[in-house]
């Protein structure tokens, strides 16, 4: 060792890789340095760069370039609702035409056998079950061939009509195709049931059709029963049919 050479000196317990000071940002009376300030003064002032406020609502007037793209993305975006509402009647009306009879205000057979099969699976124990009957126009047939198929339509029309009529607001009427109909009413007794046949039987013979001025009367079967728990919506047109075909044999 040379102990002629000049050594600095370091404190106990500095190894030398003690970092340096941090610069002072902010003197003593709490206002900004001047190095900080020289560090923000090439930065855009924060106010004049907002586009928009609070809330997303325009704070200024946009630029002529931005506008015109705004609005056209505002006009694309009407034309899909637009379309979407478009679309969306379109699908109701395809949902109605397939639950719907083609010319009476009734559900056809797939509805109401959907609607029955609803209401037997979702039955109550505590309540009764539903009644189901059926009902057939019996002359139909002759009303088709001597007068012609605009007079089998009205004349369906009125019975469905006079069916309407004859229901509460909880019951269900449908079309199982042809000249037959199926009327599901809930929670009867077999007594209810039997007398609520009976009126509408005297209620279609009472309301005769219209056609060409002509009066002609409305021939019709009715046959069903309650319903048993448990029983699937085919099983349960088949036991009102059976009732049906046994009464009018």
Same mark, same amino acid.
């Given at each position: 060792?040379?102990?002629?050479?000049?050594?600095?000196?370091?404190?106990? #317990? !500095?190894?030398?890789?003690?970092?340096?000071?941090?610069?002072?940002?902010?003197?003593?009376?709490?206002?900004?340095?001047?190095?900080?300030? !020289?560090?923000?003064?090439?930065?855009?002032?924060?106010?004049?760069?907002? &586009?928009?406020?609070?809330?997303?609502?325009?704070?200024?007037?946009?630029?002529?370039?931005?506008?015109?793209?705004?609005?056209?993305?505002?006009?694309?975006?009407?034309?899909?609702?637009?379309?979407?509402?478009?679309?969306?009647?379109?699908? &109701?009306?395809?949902?109605?035409?397939?639950?719907?009879?083609?010319?009476?205000?009734?559900?056809?057979?797939?509805?109401?056998?959907?609607?029955?099969?609803?209401?037997?699976?979702?039955?109550?124990?505590?309540?009764?079950?539903?009644?189901?009957?059926?009902?057939?126009?019996?002359?139909? #047939?002759?009303?088709?061939?001597?007068?012609?198929?605009? &007079?089998?339509?009205?004349?369906?029309?009125?019975?469905?009509?006079?069916?309407?009529?004859?229901?509460?607001?909880?019951?269900?009427?449908?079309?199982?195709? #042809?000249? !037959?109909?199926?009327?599901?009413?809930?929670?009867?007794?077999?007594?209810?049931?039997?007398?609520?046949?009976?009126?509408?039987?005297?209620?279609?013979?009472?309301?005769?059709?219209?056609?060409?001025?002509?009066?002609?009367?409305?021939?019709?079967?009715? #046959?069903?029963?309650?319903?048993?728990?448990?029983?699937?919506?085919?099983?349960?047109?088949?036991?009102?049919?059976?009732?049906?075909?046994?009464?009018?044999?």
């Amino acid at each position: 060792m040379d102990v002629n050479k000049t050594t600095s000196i370091r404190p106990m #317990g !500095d190894d030398g890789s003690r970092k340096p000071p941090r610069k002072k940002l902010f003197s003593s009376d709490n206002e900004p340095s001047d190095e900080m300030e !020289d560090e923000s003064a090439g930065l855009p002032h924060q106010k004049d760069s907002q &586009a928009f406020a609070i809330g997303g609502l325009l704070s200024e007037k946009m630029p002529e370039p931005m506008q015109l793209a705004f609005d056209s993305m505002v006009s694309e975006l009407e034309q899909m609702r637009h379309k979407l509402e478009c679309a969306l009647r379109a699908e &109701a009306r395809f949902l109605e035409a397939t639950h719907q009879h083609s010319f009476l205000p009734i559900v056809n057979r797939r509805e109401f056998y959907r609607e029955l099969s609803h209401i037997l699976l979702n039955s109550d124990e505590s309540v009764p079950p539903p009644g189901l009957f059926l009902l057939h126009l019996n002359n139909g #047939g002759k009303i088709r061939r001597e007068l012609g198929r605009g &007079a089998l339509d009205q004349a369906l029309e009125k019975t469905c009509s006079v069916i309407a009529d004859s229901l509460d607001q909880n019951d269900l009427v449908g079309s199982l195709g #042809g000249n !037959d109909f199926a009327v599901l009413l809930l929670s009867p007794t077999p007594e209810v049931l039997e007398e609520r046949l009976e009126q509408l039987q005297q209620a279609l013979q009472q309301e005769p059709f219209l056609w060409h001025h002509r009066k002609y009367n409305l021939d019709v079967s009715l #046959g069903g029963g309650v319903l048993q728990s448990g029983q699937s919506a085919e099983n349960a047109v088949a036991f009102a049919d059976n009732i049906f075909v046994n009464k009018n044999k």
